[in-house]
C-alpha cells in the first residue's frame, strides 16, 4: 500500500526537515503551506496521514483537522499536530477535534517516525 502523507506547515523549513525524514523511511510526501491548500490537496488525492501546523495564515491545525474529517474516506486517518504550544487546553481541544497525536516543536527526525509508527496501522510502517 502507498504510504503518502500531507505535511501543512507555513515554515518552509520544517516542511523540507519533514519531507527529508520521511521520503528517506519510505514515504511519499505533499506538502501545502497553509490549511487551506492543504483541504484542496486531500480534495484532490488520498493521503494515509496527516502532518499539520497548528499556528498557520488562512486556517489553523484545528481548524485544518475538523474540516479534514469531515472530508469523504478521511474520518480516521491519522492526523499528528506539530507545534511549539504547550497548552494542555489546546491540546484538549485538538485531540477532541480529531488530532491523533501531538508533536512538540523542535523535534528530532526519529520523533517523528515514532509517532507515525504509534498513530498508523501497521501496513503503513
Not at 6 to 23: G, N
Not at 50 to 76: A, C, H, I, N, Q
Not at 102 to 118: A, C, D, G, H, S
Request: charged letters at 25%.
Amino acid at each position: 500500500m502507498l504510504k503518502r502523507v500531507l505535511i501543512v506547515d507555513d515554515s518552509e523549513t520544517v516542511r523540507k526537515i519533514l519531507e527529508a525524514t520521511l521520503t528517506a523511511a519510505g514515504y511519499e510526501v505533499t506538502e501545502a503551506e497553509n490549511g487551506v491548500e492543504a483541504l484542496a490537496y486531500a480534495g484532490s488525492s488520498h493521503f494515509d496521514l496527516l502532518m499539520t501546523d497548528l499556528k498557520m495564515p488562512k486556517m489553523d491545525g484545528y481548524e485544518l483537522v475538523k474540516s479534514f474529517r469531515k472530508l469523504d474516506g478521511y474520518r480516521f486517518t491519522p492526523a499528528i499536530m506539530l507545534t511549539s504550544e504547550i497548552d494542555l487546553l489546546k491540546k484538549q481541544s485538538c485531540l477532541a477535534a480529531g488530532v491523533s497525536s501531538w508533536l512538540t516543536k523542535p523535534f528530532r527526525p526519529e520523533q517523528v517516525l515514532q509517532i507515525i509508527k504509534m498513530v498508523t496501522p501497521t501496513n503503513l510502517n
